[in-house]
């Protein structure tokens, strides 16, 4: 069997782009050394920072910092790494890139280095999907949880759920040996119960997992409702400043406004939208049509009215020109002018009701709260781990097969048993990349920032 190729040398500029006290090039592949050589006129000591002059292929200096060495396999990548750190600016950090491509490398694509440090085993997929989570975090908690992923934490949970299973399998797929006495065998190691354990075990990961998912998703809110409901000025109490254009005229907002605030961690993204009304102006009808559009996606809407001007017909007359389907609180806003009490109110209709001013903010913090508690969501302790939808997805699915799996049990049907169990161990190796395509590892990596 021939070997595989060798892997080309990659580079990249790892910092953010723009003007800044220090830049870096990033190096990794076979070809580090010969670039380091190159560039420095000599190959620095491992993992010792050292002070050098980058030079170019004329001899000419192209800037100068400190040159770190990370010989494979110990680095990042698991491969030959050298990172060059010198002044943050665009045209030194391009000129320095540019010279590195010129000794043989190529520039990386996205997350292209994390990639190469989950193909050489340095890390599992959880924990490099947990370095993009870090990088991105919009809360401490997200970067606390972030840095446990990394850490390992949710790795470390899935592979001893996934021991137990196969512990489980190995016993039920030994009674397969002794057909004769393969049902007794099913009762004698108790595995009914076994699988019961093993299915409480994986709803404490889905939940678990689900908060992890909510802090890298957070939460997407909708403000609809009609025009000078005070849907703008509710988006400016949520994210505590001035967002939106606050206006006495109606139809202010014509396109969608986001703003991103956090609730207690949760990343939570808050649309505005133009009000729900008729209307012969062109402008305003696309915004109208584009805030339906919003809703559709939109984990909850909060479906804003003038509590002065609601009359009886009002409610059902708004929710009729709502998207099918969609969840809806209703907010009575304006409470400061019609007296009424700040806070949740009797239900009355098919909907959770809160009555709020979002002038005073009285009743907006109570709202904060149902928002949180519509998506389950729990301050992050300290077992919390950054964690994604495709995670939850695969844990969902590990929790189908080992239902199933009882089922087959129950019915003494060891084989079929075992098949459930396989299918979802395999559920769970998606996660750590045990199992994984080609074309979900694209799809994973690519969504990270170049340099890493």
Same mark, same amino acid.
């Given at each position: 069997?021939?070997?595989?190729?060798?892997?080309?040398?990659?580079?990249?500029?790892?910092?953010?782009?723009?003007?800044?006290?220090?830049?870096?090039?990033?190096?990794?592949?076979?070809?580090?050394?010969?670039?380091?050589?190159?560039?420095?006129?000599?190959?620095?000591?491992?993992?010792?920072?050292?002070?050098?002059?980058?030079?170019?292929?004329?001899?000419?200096?192209?800037?100068?910092?400190?040159?770190?060495?990370?010989?494979?396999?110990?680095?990042?990548?698991?491969?030959?790494?050298?990172?060059?750190?010198?002044?943050?600016?665009?045209?030194?950090?391009?000129?320095?890139?540019?010279?590195?491509?010129?000794?043989?490398?190529?520039?990386?694509?996205?997350?292209?280095?994390?990639?190469?440090?989950?193909?050489?085993?340095?890390?599992?997929?959880?924990?490099?999907?947990?370095?993009?989570?870090?990088?991105?975090?919009?809360?401490?908690?997200?970067?606390?949880?972030?840095?446990?992923?990394?850490?390992?934490?949710?790795?470390?949970?899935?592979?001893?759920?996934?021991?137990?299973?196969?512990?489980?399998?190995?016993?039920?797929?030994?009674?397969?040996?002794?057909?004769?006495?393969?049902?007794?065998?099913?009762?004698?190691?108790?595995?009914?119960?076994?699988?019961?354990?093993?299915?409480?075990?994986?709803?404490?990961?889905?939940?678990?997992?689900?908060?992890?998912?909510?802090?890298?998703?957070?939460?997407?809110?909708?403000?609809?409702?009609?025009?000078?409901?005070?849907?703008?000025?509710?988006?400016?109490?949520?994210?505590?400043?001035?967002?939106?254009?606050?206006?006495?005229?109606?139809?202010?907002?014509?396109?969608?406004?986001?703003?991103?605030?956090?609730?207690?961690?949760?990343?939570?993204?808050?649309?505005?939208?133009?009000?729900? &009304?008729?209307?012969? @102006? #062109? !402008? /305003?009808?696309?915004?109208?049509?584009?805030?339906?559009?919003?809703? *559709?996606? $939109?984990?909850?809407?909060?479906?804003?009215?003038?509590?002065?001007?609601?009359?009886?017909?009002?409610?059902?007359?708004?929710?009729?020109?709502?998207?099918?389907?969609?969840?809806?609180?209703?907010?009575?806003?304006?409470?400061?002018?019609?007296?009424?009490?700040?806070?949740?109110?009797?239900?009355?209709?098919?909907?959770?009701?809160?009555?709020?001013?979002?002038?005073?903010?009285?009743?907006?913090?109570?709202?904060?709260?149902?928002?949180?508690?519509?998506?389950?969501?729990?301050?992050?302790?300290?077992?919390?781990?950054?964690?994604? &939808?495709?995670?939850? @997805? #695969? !844990? /969902?699915?590990?929790?189908?097969?080992?239902?199933?799996?009882?089922? *087959?049990? $129950?019915?003494?049907?060891?084989?079929?048993?075992?098949?459930?169990?396989?299918?979802?161990?395999?559920?769970?190796?998606?996660?750590?990349?045990?199992?994984?395509?080609?074309?979900?590892?694209?799809?994973?990596?690519?969504?990270?920032?170049?340099?890493?």
């Amino acid at each position: 069997m021939s070997k595989p190729p060798a892997p080309d040398t990659i580079a990249a500029v790892a910092t953010p782009p723009g003007i800044g006290g220090v830049g870096i090039v990033r190096i990794s592949g076979p070809s580090a050394p010969v670039i380091a050589r190159a560039l420095l006129g000599q190959l620095p000591a491992a993992r010792h920072a050292s002070f050098s002059r980058f030079r170019s292929a004329d001899g000419s200096t192209l800037d100068e910092g400190l040159a770190l060495y990370f010989p494979a396999p110990h680095s990042f990548t698991g491969e030959h790494v050298l990172e060059l750190q010198g002044h943050g600016g665009p045209v030194v950090m391009d000129l320095l890139l540019q010279e590195v491509l010129m000794h043989g490398a190529r520039l990386a694509r996205p997350g292209e280095f994390s990639e190469r440090a989950f193909l050489n085993g340095k890390l599992d997929l959880a924990q490099a999907e947990a370095i993009a989570d870090l990088i991105e975090s919009a809360s401490v908690e997200a970067a606390r949880a972030a840095l446990r992923s990394m850490e390992g934490a949710f790795s470390q949970r899935v592979r001893e759920i996934t021991e137990q299973m196969i512990q489980l399998r190995l016993h039920i797929e030994a009674t397969l040996d002794f057909p004769e006495e393969g049902i007794a065998l099913l009762a004698d190691l108790n595995l009914s119960n076994r699988a019961q354990q093993l299915t409480e075990q994986i709803d404490l990961l889905r939940a678990a997992t689900h908060q992890g998912q909510l802090l890298h998703d957070g939460m997407t809110v909708v403000l609809a409702g009609p025009p000078n409901a005070g849907k703008s000025s509710l988006l400016n109490a949520l994210s505590q400043r001035d967002s939106a254009i606050v206006s006495p005229i109606p139809g202010t907002t014509r396109d969608v406004l986001r703003e991103q605030i956090q609730i207690d961690g949760m990343p939570l993204h808050v649309l505005d939208t133009a009000g729900l &009304r008729e209307t012969n @102006d #062109a !402008i /305003e009808s696309e915004g109208v049509r584009r805030a339906l559009e919003a809703m *559709q996606r $939109a984990d909850r809407v909060l479906l804003v009215i003038d509590d002065c001007e609601a009359e009886g017909g009002t409610v059902p007359a708004l929710v009729m020109q709502l998207p099918e389907k969609v969840r809806v609180t209703l907010v009575r806003n304006k409470i400061d002018r019609s007296g009424r009490a700040p806070g949740p109110l009797p239900l009355t209709i098919n909907m959770p009701e809160f009555a709020i001013s979002a002038q005073s903010g009285a009743g907006v913090d109570q709202l904060r709260k149902h928002l949180k508690e519509c998506m389950g969501y729990q301050a992050a302790g300290e077992g919390t781990f950054s964690a994604r &939808r495709r995670h939850l @997805d #695969a !844990i /969902e699915r590990a929790r189908g097969h080992v239902g199933a799996a009882q089922v *087959q049990l $129950a019915a003494q049907r060891a084989e079929l048993a075992a098949e459930e169990l396989r299918q979802a161990q395999q559920a769970l190796g998606e996660i750590t990349g045990e199992f994984s395509s080609d074309d979900l590892l694209g799809r994973i990596f690519s969504s990270f920032c170049i340099g890493k």
